[in-house]
T-cell receptor, first 110, second 114 residues
Framework: SQQGEEDPQALSIQEGENATMNCSYKTSINNLQWYRQNSGRGLVHLILIRSNEREKHSGRLRVTLDTSKKSSSLLITASRAADTASYFC??????????FGKGTTLSVSS | ETGVTQSPTHLIKTRGQQVTLRCSSQ?????VSWYQQALGQGPQFIFQYYREEENGRGNFPPRFSGLQFPNYSSELNVNALELDDSALYLCASSLGVAPSEKLFFGSGTQLSVL
């Protein structure tokens, strides 16, 4: 089963534009993480936000978390062609494992 | 580089066969998790091992089994392969017990079942 659902499924933008992707989840969480995957290979951790945090920044990344709406957003500012990848949110579930959503595929064209 | 390596990179098997996939975690990482990722989908949690004991399992049948060894290596075994087992298999290690920790993923093994 998939705890998180990303929206949109696919996003195409031009270099320099901002990209926003959203994640909704169903049950209470302790933390939410965002990962990136290039060309169907391994996932790379981007950022972790805990349930008592509302916003977190890392370089060009900004993540927000709204536990009342059970949703999170990932903003990538000033996108580059190298940001082209699939992005997944992942939430903890019953303290056992990270459960991933289906992902958002981002295409950045130059 | 995440420090997590998986072998082999690609594998082709026929239905009914058995397969063993291997993973080498970062030194010091006591937890290894295995995920199955079908084309166009997110990773699905198979199971997790902490200090050589299974401590969590997703919705996968018993023909999916695993082992974790003291040297930070681990295996995923799949018996009686089915066509739907064709997928990218990912292992991920972490310092403590996930999911409070970030995961370090290997590049995956692409399994094709014919």
């Amino acid at each position: 089963s998939q705890q998180g659902e990303e929206d949109p499924q696919a996003l195409s933008i031009q270099e320099g534009e901002n990209a926003t992707m959203n994640c909704s989840y169903k049950t209470s969480i302790n933390n939410l993480q965002w990962y990136r995957q290039n060309s169907g290979r391994g996932l790379v951790h981007l950022i972790l936000i805990r349930s008592n945090e509302r916003e977190k920044h890392s370089g060009r990344l900004r993540v927000t978390l709204d536990t009342s709406k059970k949703s999170s957003s990932l903003l990538i500012t000033a996108s580059r062609a190298a940001d082209t990848a699939s992005y997944f949110c992942a939430t903890d579930q019953a303290g056992t494992a990270l459960i991933f959503g289906k992902g958002t595929t981002l295409s950045v064209s130059s | 580089e995440t420090g997590v390596t998986q072998s082999p990179t690609h594998l082709i098997k026929t239905r009914g066969q058995q397969v063993t996939l291997r993973c080498s975690s970062q030194s010091g990482h006591n937890t290894v998790s295995w995920y199955q990722q079908a084309l166009g989908q997110g990773p699905q949690f198979i199971f997790q091992y902490y200090r050589e004991e299974e401590n969590g399992r997703g919705n996968f049948p018993p023909r999916f089994s695993g082992l974790q060894f003291p040297n930070y290596s681990s295996e995923l075994n799949v018996n009686a392969l089915e066509l739907d087992d064709s997928a990218l298999y990912l292992c991920a290690s972490s310092l403590g017990v996930a999911p409070s920790e970030k995961l370090f993923f290997g590049s995956g093994t692409q399994l094709s079942v014919l």
